[in-house]
Structure formats: C-alpha cells, structure tokens
C-alpha cells in the first residue's frame, strides 16, 4: 500500500499479557517513530528510529515497553506484562528522512482489561 | 521541552461559516516548525499546514490559514467556509528545526453544524 500500515486496528488484552503492535512504513522511508495518545490527549513520542543508527528511546515510558526495527523496514512495539495504563492509542508515522514531514498511520487502539 | 496548548477543547461552527482554533507555544529557540495536524474518527493524523518560523508570511492551504505571530508565541488555524468533512479533532504540533520529535497540543474538537 502507499500509505502506513499498522496492525492489529484494535487489540483487547488482559492485564499482565504482554502485547506486540506492528508498523509498516511506507517504502523507502527511512525514519520510524510510535506515538502514544492517551484518551483525549495528545500524541506522546515513544522512540524514533534512523536508518541503522541507534534509536531514540528516550520516551519509552517504562522498561515494560520496548521497539524493534530491522533496516528500513517494519518495526514492532512490544509492551511486556500490561497496565490499565498502557490503554492507548499507538499510531506511527514514518518520513523520508529525519526533518520531513511525518505520515501517520490510523493507529493500534490498545485496550486492557 | 517544548509546551504546546491549546485552550479550546472544543469547538462547534455553522457549515459555511469561519472557526479559528488556538495554539500557543513555549520555545526559547528561533528556528522551528509549527503544524495543524487533523485526527478524524478513523485516527489517522492528517497534516492540514505548516508553517516555518523563518518566513514571517503566514501559510495557506485552500480554506485553512493560519496567524502566526512569533513574538507572541501563537499560532492559530482559521477554517473558511466550513464544510461537513472538517468534523475533527485539530492538533497543533512543535518541532525544532534540529530535532525530529514532534511535541502536540491537547487537541480540539471541531463540530460542524449543518
């Protein structure tokens, strides 16, 4: 497709699962980004990736939380052990190069019961 | 960091009619980015306009607009002749321009009246 892809549109889990969401950018980008937005906030960042250089994790929110990406290609946040808490909205974006503007994905609705 | 507010939360406008959203921002740099990004129900975040703080011309899109004003920190988005698909909830965003972190606002929702 053209445009970001993330999956699942909607996951329902239990407390203390541990949960995997995954992000297609668009074909031949090079930087990833997830965000978080809380209900009726706005979007939190998360972690940023460039290519193969070492990502940003800097808002990773706890160690529960951790990302992966293998090239220039997809990437999976995974959450360990959930939280109430961590009931978001997960959207990722993803642009040509760090500076360009960011194209969104229509997000993983996270719900945790 | 970078705070970003917007103080309506919400907002409603008759279709055809004008609706400006506030955005203020809290910077101590001189050079970055400001954006309008619009969430509609299917979550996906579409930027609406974008404007560098270099250029003092304010950007236009079609019937979005906006009035930056750079010593005052703000940066408001004016919707013209208000049309249906407009239903959404508008962000307004901060990036410096040696970052790639975007900071958001709390967002706010726009209703449209028919």
């Known amino acids: 497709g053209a445009g970001v892809s993330q999956s699942p549109s909607n996951k329902v889990t239990e407390k203390g699962k541990d949960v995997e969401l995954r992000c297609d950018p668009i074909?031949?980008?090079?930087?990833l980004y997830w965000y978080r937005q809380r209900l009726g906030q706005g979007l939190e960042f998360l972690i940023y990736?460039?290519?193969?250089?070492?990502?940003?994790k800097s808002g990773l929110p706890s160690d529960r939380f951790s990302a992966e990406r293998t090239g220039e290609s997809v990437s999976t946040l995974t959450i360990q052990r959930t939280q109430q808490e961590d009931s978001a909205v997960y959207l990722c974006?993803?642009?040509?190069?760090?500076?360009?503007?960011?194209?969104f994905g229509d997000g993983t609705r996270l719900s945790i019961l | 960091a970078q705070t970003v507010t917007q103080s309506q939360p919400e907002m409603s406008v008759q279709e055809a009619e004008t609706v400006t959203l506030s955005c203020t921002y809290d910077?101590?740099?001189?050079?970055?980015?400001l954006f309008w990004y619009k969430q509609p129900p299917s979550r996906q975040m579409i930027l609406v306009i974008r404007?560098?703080?270099?250029?003092?011309q304010n950007a236009t899109e079609n019937r979005f607009s906006v009035n930056f004003q750079k010593a005052a920190k703000s940066f408001s988005l004016k919707i013209s002749d208000s049309q249906l698909g407009d239903a959404a909830m508008y962000f307004c965003?901060?990036?410096?321009?040696?970052?790639?972190?975007?900071?958001f606002g709390a967002g706010t929702t726009v209703t449209v009246r028919a």
């Open positions: 974006a993803s642009s040509l190069y760090w500076g360009q503007p960011q194209h």
């Open positions: 910077t101590s740099e001189s050079d970055y980015y």
């Open positions: 404007q560098e703080a270099y250029k003092q």
């Open positions: 965003a901060y990036r410096s321009a040696d970052d790639y972190k975007l900071s």
């Open positions: 074909s031949g980008h090079t930087a």
């Open positions: 990736f460039q290519g193969n250089s070492a990502p940003d």
